[in-house]
Nanobody, 115 residues
Framework: QVQLVESGGGLVQPGGSLRLSCLIS????????VGWYRQAPGKEREFLGMIFSTGPTKYADAVKARFTIYSDTEINTVYLHMNSLIPEDTAVYYC?????????WGQGTQVTVSS
């Protein structure tokens, strides 16, 4: 059974940085890609970016200047590094892995940007 576990969320001040982790129960290479999403209260889930198992990344225009996705394949972990955080970044952040037409999700980690 595929499991994804996000961690690293918390409270951060505006302008700060945070790195989220997505630990996957299996080799990253066994998936087509791993993506990051977020959902703020009262809003739809929003795509942030993704990393393909071959290495390339893709980002949503809204965050590509501030967010970076990378992976450590030795420990099956995908990271979302976020800079210059603003209150509007407050949300639950999720990672998702896809392969063979299936999509697997983690439970999410809360990020709150507030002074």
């Amino acid at each position: 059974q595929v499991q994804l576990v996000e961690s690293g969320g918390g409270l951060v001040q505006p302008g700060g940085s945070l790195r989220l982790s997505c630990l996957i129960s299996g080799s990253i290479f066994s998936f087509n890609d791993v993506g990051w999403y977020r959902q703020a209260p009262g809003k739809e889930r929003e795509f942030l970016g993704m990393i393909f198992s071959t290495g390339p990344t893709k980002y949503a225009d809204a965050v590509k200047a501030r967010f970076t996705i990378y992976s450590d394949t030795e420990i099956n972990t995908v990271y979302l590094h976020m800079n210059s955080l603003i209150p509007e970044d407050t949300a639950v952040y999720y990672c998702s892995a896809r392969r063979d037409g299936s999509e697997y999700w983690g439970q999410g980690t809360q990020v709150t940007v507030s002074s």
